[in-house]
């Protein structure tokens, strides 16, 4: 049988999965914003240097943002394509501060300038990544977007992860692809998602939350899989019935 065949066929095995992911992804988002917060507050004890300082002020800021779009969400159904919009717009704003604040997190004096503040740090950015990841689903479902999302598992001072970000920076640069990095086995609260798709080891990919690829995956292969997953996606929209015209003598 044909694969598409195959794909109309298990329509409603495939409806079910997808009540199972938004499931998943609503535990996510709730457990994320759970650890976050709390994090959060032993971060408040200890506000020492103009980095953390600016650290902080990022964290703040993404955390607004991502409230934001949760209420901008609830509106997307009465606003349609402009709900829709601002949806695009705040998770495009989550996207930079994220940006920025792992450049921070990345310098060579991050650890030294952030002290005993930078795992915290570092895990309450992994958790808000998540939190956005999750979030961009609902953008996915709701409002047909089309760009690229990517989680990235990457370990430090690996050459495979590495050439697995240079390749990543390319589909970014070349089809808008939201991507999510985050380190491999890098603290136990934020191994909820490694184990829902099973990742073994990095470099590894999870490709709009479906296709996993647990090796260096080329830009051709990416390339390819992202089309496949679009003709797919577009020969499961149901052709609209045109309806029949009667003539009266």
Same mark, same amino acid.
């Given at each position: 049988m044909h694969a #598409?065949? @195959? /794909?109309? @066929? =298990?329509? +409603?095995a495939e409806d079910q999965k997808k009540m199972v992911k938004r499931q998943l992804f609503f535990t996510a988002t709730i457990l994320a914003v759970c650890i976050a917060f709390a994090l959060g507050i032993l971060l408040g004890w200890s506000l020492s240097t103009s980095k953390l300082s600016? =650290? *902080?002020? /990022?964290?703040?800021?993404? %955390? #607004?943002?991502?409230?934001?779009? #949760? #209420? %901008?969400? %609830?509106?997307?159904? *009465?606003?349609? +394509?402009?709900?829709c919009d601002l949806a695009r717009q705040r998770v495009n704003e989550l996207g930079d501060q994220l940006y920025h604040l792992g450049n921070l997190l990345s310098t060579n004096s991050a650890r030294h300038d952030l002290g005993v503040n930078y795992d915290i740090l570092k895990r309450q950015y992994h958790l808000l990544q998540i939190r956005t990841y999750t979030l961009n689903f609902r953008l996915t479902e709701n409002c047909n977007s089309s760009s690229p999302v990517i989680l990235f598992y990457y370990t430090q001072h690996s050459k495979e992860s590495s050439e697995q970000g240079k390749i990543l920076d390319e589909l970014v640069n070349k089809h808008g692809a939201q991507v999510y990095a985050l380190e491999f086995n890098y603290s136990q609260d934020l191994r909820f998602l490694e184990e829902y798709y099973n990742i073994s080891r990095a470099p590894a990919l999870v490709l709009n939350y479906e296709m996993i690829f647990q090796t260096v995956a080329t830009k051709e292969a990416l390339e390819n899989a992202i089309a496949a997953q679009k003709n797919v996606s577009t020969s499961q929209t149901p052709t609209p019935v045109q309806p029949e015209l009667t003539h009266t003598d």
């Open positions: #598409l065949d @195959c /794909i109309t @066929c =298990a329509r +409603p600016e =650290a *902080t002020k /990022i964290l703040k800021n993404t %955390e #607004l943002n991502t409230e934001s779009f #949760l #209420l %901008e969400q %609830e509106l997307v159904k *009465t606003l349609g +394509p402009q709900g």
